[in-house]
């Protein structure tokens, strides 16, 4: 164990030994006045501890934590790149923000999520606000208590600052609701988020909160967690409690966070984890020991760690191709850092996995169930919904398919169950005798897709259906920015084995980079436009290319004016990316033959939008005298706030 793996853990031990208690009632603290924010304060990619230092020292409240958060919000989920993550917003977040500034200020934090803002997927039950699961059917439902996590974290002594949007009933995983409509993916704002936890995923990824609460019920976590650069673990099926979530498939359902740092997702992860008695899927680990996650921060856990990589789980197909090469890249690397592979071929084990899904035998019975509890819903079954219309249209075949599903009194429930168990003794078979620590594969076998076409190709069926845990770690990117995400899947229990090895990966690797569509903001709002001009000048001929892009939406407009040629002489203006001296390839056209006037706009991909930052982008004036590109100038940097690339910022005045 190195002494940067100690000093992050007695950070969070210090933390916690000052914790006077999650056993302090709620309704003992007495909100004060919540008071003006005087400080803005850098919450863009800062990590839990940087935060809990930050407030430790004075230098930050909860109340200025939160506020930065909603200015966040405010300039990015429904202006600028429009993520659209947020189906609502706590209105008491100011003020429990408060409270809990005046009780650290008392009595010391609770712990390590003491003060600190995080968001709860919409299926979630809470106190102040309604719990939807992304279905206009339910928008005012108000529940009468907390799920048990939401319980376990205002124990904690997190800020929930509001309910992130969902798929549907948690049923696909593209994310798109009848509430909330389409959420987009920060890396590339044309595609999916994942889901169904796109909303927490895409509100992470932009440092909208700390960390986020989502479910996973075939890779609800995994899924958005790969498309969003984040670390996403679906823990061993019963560890943590789905008491108080709205159900998709009680015998596959999870409750977990998405975070942008594995410390983060440890110290998330152990706020929420435990037995609930109500919870049936919790009875087989009483008398075991439960996974501990910040202890098990290890960044030596990848040497000799025995990894078994799932061939029949790689894609072949074009678009699969560099997702397979960027997993088998960082599989590698691993080896290279002391990591043993083991190859293994298993071209039935989904086809294992897929028989043994339960959810339609469940959705319809238990979803009556959730609704007859009295959380205020005005219907009261999933025939109720279907019957009047409140639900989303693309869902209404497996709606409809769902409502009519035989029961878990079915012999082909029997047989599904039968299945699991085979899956069960399959994995286990698989992991202890090759010794493995952990499965590993693409989490998902194709990019993210353009919004209006089907999302495919998750590996999620294998620890879903099994309750096998597995996490979900950022590799790489594509060529175009998109991150994409491998899954390690380990035996009941392993969870925090995993989460070592995540760990080790991520400080050997540093895998993560923020989205672009969603940078620093500049005096509590989305940093404005920039203007840059360039001149071309060959000759009798004078070129002026007035460009202004927003960081905040990738869009470069343009104008472009020709002066001292003939209009027939002109073939073409053009951006490219490289430098001057080079030959890069053309990056967006500005100009048909012949038009010497032109007013445009282009959105630039991420290899262009870096390059743009990087004054690594020129223009050419193609004429019928110099066809080859001769006509050119570089393109300046415009003055934007700059890209971070780093994960532990902590910059004062801008939030």
């Known amino acids: 164990m190195n002494s940067v793996d100690a000093a992050a853990r007695s950070v969070v031990y210090c933390l916690l ?107 979630y039950d809470t106190e102040e606000m309604p719990t939807t699961a992304g279905s206009i059917s339910l928008a005012g439902a108000q529940p009468r208590r907390d799920a048990v996590v939401t319980a376990k974290l205002r124990a904690a002594g997190a800020v929930i600052l509001g309910k992130t949007n969902m798929m549907e009933f948690a049923m696909g995983i593209t994310t798109t609701s009848s509430l909330g409509g389409q959420t987009l993916n920060p890396y590339d704002l044309r595609r999916y ?130 997702v397979s090469d960027t997993v088998q890249a960082a599989i590698a690397r691993m080896h290279a850092a002391g990591a043993v592979v083991v190859q293994l071929s298993e071209p039935d084990l989904q086809a294992l996995a897929l028989s043994a899904s339960t959810i339609q035998f469940e959705f319809r019975n238990q979803l009556n169930a959730y609704l007859s509890t009295g959380g205020g819903a005005p219907v009261t079954s999933l025939s109720d919904i279907l019957s009047r219309g409140l639900f989303l249209s693309e869902l209404s075949s497996d709606m409809a398919w769902l409502n009519a599903s035989p029961d878990t009194s079915s012999p082909a429930y029997r047989v599904a169950m039968a299945n699991r168990a085979a899956l069960q003794q399959r994995l286990q078979d698989l992991l202890t005798q090759n010794g493995l620590d952990a499965l590993v594969y693409p989490t998902v076998r194709d990019q993210p897709m353009l919004v209006g076409n089907p999302q495919t190709d998750p590996n999620c069926e294998a620890s879903a259906n099994s309750g096998f845990p597995a996490l979900s770690v950022p590799v790489g990117f594509t060529a175009m920015g998109l991150p994409v995400g491998m899954e390690l899947l380990g035996l009941p229990l392993s969870d925090a084995r995993l989460v070592a090895i995540g760990y080790a990966w991520e400080r050997l690797a540093s895998p993560r980079r923020p989205p672009l569509n969603t940078p620093q903001l500049h005096l509590k709002s989305a940093p404005p436009p920039a203007d840059v001009t360039v001149l071309i000048n060959g000759g009798p001929l004078r070129a002026t290319i007035n460009l202004n892009f927003d960081a905040a939406t990738g869009r470069l407009t343009y104008n472009t004016s020709i002066k001292g040629l003939p209009s027939d002489e002109l073939l073409a203006i053009s951006l490219h990316h490289g430098r001057m001296g080079g030959n890069g390839p053309v990056v967006a056209s500005f100009s048909l033959p012949g038009q010497l006037e032109t007013h445009g706009s282009t959105v630039l991909l991420a290899d262009a939008r870096e390059a743009l930052h990087a004054g690594l982008l020129y223009i050419t004036v193609l004429t019928r005298g110099k066809p080859l590109g001769d006509l050119r100038a570089a393109v300046p940097a415009p003055h934007t706030p700059p890209i971070n690339r780093s994960s532990n910022s902590l910059l004062r005045g801008v939030p």
Request: net charge neutral; charged share 15%; glycine share 8%.
């Open 17 to 123: 030994a000052a914790v006077v208690a999650s056993c302090v009632p709620r309704s003992t603290i007495s909100p004060p006045r919540v008071p003006e924010p005087q400080l803005e304060f850098a919450v863009y990619e800062t990590s839990i501890l940087e935060l809990q230092r930050a407030m430790a020292e004075g230098r930050v409240t909860s109340v200025q934590l939160v506020q930065s958060y909603l200015h966040r919000i405010a300039a990015y989920d429904q202006a600028g790149p429009a993520l659209n993550t947020m189906i609502r917003l706590n209105p008491l977040a100011l003020q429990q923000a408060a409270a809990l500034d005046t009780e650290r200020q008392a009595s010391g934090p609770r712990g390590p999520l003491h003060g600190i803002p995080i968001l709860l997927k919409d299926n």
């Open 193 to 322: 988020p994942g889901g169904s936890s796109g909303g927490s995923a895409a509100a992470v990824a932009a440092s909208f909160a700390a960390v986020a609460w989502g479910t996973d019920t075939c890779g609800s976590i995994r899924v958005p967690a790969a498309f969003n650069a984040l670390f996403g673990l679906r823990p061993t099926k019963g560890i943590t409690s789905t008491v108080g979530i709205v159900p998709l498939c009680r015998s596959q359902d999870v409750s977990a966070p998405l975070a942008r740092t594995m410390t983060d997702l440890a110290i998330a992860l152990d706020a929420t984890i435990g037995l609930d008695p109500s919870d049936p899927a919790a009875a087989q680990w009483q008398g075991r020991t439960l996974p501990r996650f910040v202890e098990s921060l290890d960044s030596t856990a990848l040497r000799g760690a025995r990894l078994g990589v799932v061939k029949a789980f790689f894609g072949s197909a074009t678009l699969s191709q560099e």
